[in-house]
């Protein structure tokens, strides 16, 4: 007798869900994998021809579905708010202190920080019905299909729910490793650490690649429930349990000590879990407390983040190699035995100068000490001398440019040492790097490798030369791995990059310690790049924020005619050299307080915010009875509510536009 179609695809399901379970579960699979492959084989097989009894939770879902051309962008009802920090144990006790006194006697649920990508997920009925990226707390990126192929994410619960939870998802030490063994294999660029590779797998825009990839996901949090009401933290944790998810294991403490005793054990097991973490979550558990607390704009003042000291670990100095900066500067660096270090494959160190390598007395052959500064750069921090052989030779920065082959030089009382070539290739390749980096210019398909690629052709060969590239189309045409979408990408950007705001041009210029946040300063201050090349030092410095060095290298910079003949070329050239006045294009807005909710229909938020702000209003993140207005789009969420409930003001787009006429 032949099966109803419809019901063999609900028992497959079923037998399917029911083999996961044990596999991923229980670890105690009951049959082959060749067997497992039959039944997905014969389910899919069913689904195309019969797509009408195809099951939203069925667990074909998992190997990806049709590639996106880009992700969605999805709203949050509540938004959801990063943690503060504790970098020790002074700043954990002193947020216990904090808490106590506001609320009194309490108990602390402990879990790990995990060190993946957040994501939200959503069901409806007991059904995953979208998933996506924490992004910037209100809104994040649609990842439904690839966060489908996540073995451990439910597609379907144990019982019927609708809610929201928030989880990490993670890759797992061993699986991050096989992962970049086979991309070296096939020639693919290695990801820096098992973050980069949960990050980068969500990420992608084809979901087929996703369910190849080996992640998992701890649940860590419920963000709102239909059915239930829970008095604490553990208790809702329990029941996503119940329902199927995996979730954050849980620790509790009664009081300062215990959390200080668990941190410390924590620190020292690390190493041994199979997946990474950088620390532990602190949170209190009682609901009714937490919301006694509160929080601020950023995070929740019941919790908070304690970030684990740096990892120190011991590797060999294979070679010290120099690099030349874009003002000449040179930097050696230290060239690593890869180590794993918080995360990442360690393999380079910058040794920064010569007093640097000469009061550590590092050389190449030497074994060292190495941790991250911040867990972010790599830094060496003393040398084994117990493991010091013989054959080792003190090390000094050449005298001669590695690059150029030109002279260096250590001016007295400095601590770096220069190349005086100011043609120096790796010089005007550095300056092109910074001028079209992403706090700068901005201009994408222009990375090093590109840069480098058109120097070596004569393609470019001053700054000036990117805005001329539309004229060398056969040229780069021509060139290895070169196409016309990416031609015509990378002629968009340049094109766009020439409407960037006056203090994007002045970082880009890459005067000496003028950074992003100065390059605002002297934009608004005068305006005008002519303006600001004909102000001397004693008005430079009667701005707050600019002291004596930043003055004398600005004057410096705008005095070098080789730096203003740059700047009248790119003029010509058609950039932006004014900032727009943001005092004012009116008035209309000054004293107002806006707060921005859901998708608007014409402009982005950012966009709406910029007008604001330029017309003499402001955005909050919250409403209040201080609010203004709320400027709501489609998808608007809880802030509606709150605005309805408090009488603030409601405006649509088309509203808001008419009050800007």
Not at 214 to 220: A, M, Q, R, S
Not at 228 to 237: A, G, I, K
Not at 437 to 466: H, R, V, W, Y
Not at 507 to 532: M, Q, R, T
Request: charged share 35%; net charge negative.
């Amino acid at each position: 007798m032949v099966k109803d179609p419809k019901e063999e695809i609900i028992e497959l399901v079923e037998e399917i869900e029911k083999h996961d379970k044990l596999y991923y579960e229980q670890d105690a699979p009951e049959i082959e994998d060749v067997e497992y492959d039959d039944l997905i084989k014969r389910l899919i097989e069913l689904e195309d021809k019969y797509p009408m009894y195809a099951l939203e939770y069925s667990p074909t879902k998992r190997v990806g579905g049709k590639a996106l051309e880009k992700f969605d962008k999805v709203v949050f009802d509540t938004p959801k708010l990063s943690l503060a920090n504790a970098f020790d144990e002074n700043d954990l006790t002193a947020f216990d202190a904090r808490v106590r006194k506001a609320v009194g006697d309490l108990k602390y649920a402990m879990e790990y920080k995990f060190d993946g990508l957040t994501v939200v997920l959503f069901y409806e009925d007991g059904v995953f019905v979208r998933g996506a990226t924490r992004g910037d707390g209100e809104t994040g990126e649609d990842v439904t299909e690839n966060l489908r192929t996540v073995k451990n994410i439910p597609l379907k619960l144990k019982q019927k729910a609708t809610l929201e939870v928030r989880g990490e998802v993670y890759m797992e030490k061993a699986g991050f490793f096989k992962l970049n063994e086979e991309r070296k294999k096939n020639g693919e660029n290695l990801f820096a650490n098992p973050r980069n590779a949960a990050a980068g797998s969500i990420r992608q825009l084809d979901s087929k690649a996703t369910a190849k990839r080996p992640l998992d996901i701890f649940v860590f949090n419920l963000e709102r429930c239909q059915e239930r009401e829970f008095t604490c933290h553990s208790e809702s944790l329990e029941y996503l349990n119940d329902l199927g998810f995996k979730t954050s294991p849980l620790k509790f403490a009664r009081n300062i000590d215990e959390v200080l005793e668990f941190c410390r054990i924590a620190e020292g097991e690390r190493e041994d879990l199979p997946y990474e973490i950088d620390g532990l979550v602190l949170k209190v558990d009682e609901f009714d407390k937490r919301e006694a607390l509160g929080t601020t704009g950023k995070s929740p003042k019941w919790a908070i983040a304690y970030k684990f000291p740096a990892e120190i670990k011991e590797t060999l100095v294979e070679s010290i190699q120099v690099q030349v900066g874009r003002t000449g500067v040179l930097t050696p660096v230290a060239h690593l035995k890869p180590v794993l270090i918080s995360g990442s494959v360690v393999s380079r160190a910058t040794l920064h100068n010569e007093d640097y390598i000469s009061e550590r007395d590092i050389r190449e052959g030497d074994w060292v000490f190495v941790r991250k500064a911040g867990e972010i750069i790599p830094e060496v921090i003393k040398v084994n001398m117990d493991k010091r052989g013989p054959e080792t030779q003190p090390y000094t920065l050449p005298n001669k440019c590695p690059e150029c082959n030109g002279p260096t030089h250590r001016n007295e009382g400095e601590a770096d040492r220069k190349c005086l070539n100011a043609s120096c290739p790796a010089q005007i390749r550095r300056k092109m790097e910074h001028f079209v980096s992403k706090g700068a210019m901005n201009i994408e398909g222009l990375g090093p490798k590109q840069i480098k690629k058109f120097i070596d052709n004569n393609i470019i060969e001053e700054i000036s030369d990117i805005y001329k590239l539309e004229e060398k189309k056969n040229e780069i045409l021509s060139l290895e791995n070169s196409g016309d979408k990416s031609y015509e990408k990378l002629v968009t950007s340049i094109k766009q990059s020439k409407n960037r705001p006056l203090s994007r041009l002045i970082y880009a210029l890459g005067i000496p310690f003028v950074g992003e946040k100065i390059s605002k300063i002297l934009a608004y201050k005068y305006k005008d790049i002519c303006k600001l090349a004909d102000a001397d030092i004693k008005d430079l410095l009667s701005i707050d924020e600019i002291g004596d060095v930043i003055a004398e290298e600005t004057k410096a910079f705008f005095e070098n005619p080789d730096n203003m003949a740059l700047i009248e070329k790119l003029q010509k050239l058609g950039l932006n050299m004014k900032e727009e006045d943001k005092a004012t294009k009116s008035d209309i807005f000054k004293g107002k307080k806006f707060v921005l909710t859901g998708t608007l229909p014409t402009m982005k938020r950012d966009e709406a915010k910029a007008i604001i702000e330029k017309n003499g209003g402001s955005v909050t993140g919250t409403v209040s009875k201080n609010t203004d207005y709320v400027l709501a789009g489609e998808s608007a969420g809880s802030k509606l509510d709150k605005a309805r409930s408090l009488g603030v003001e409601i405006i649509d787009e088309q509203t808001f536009q008419s009050m800007l006429q």
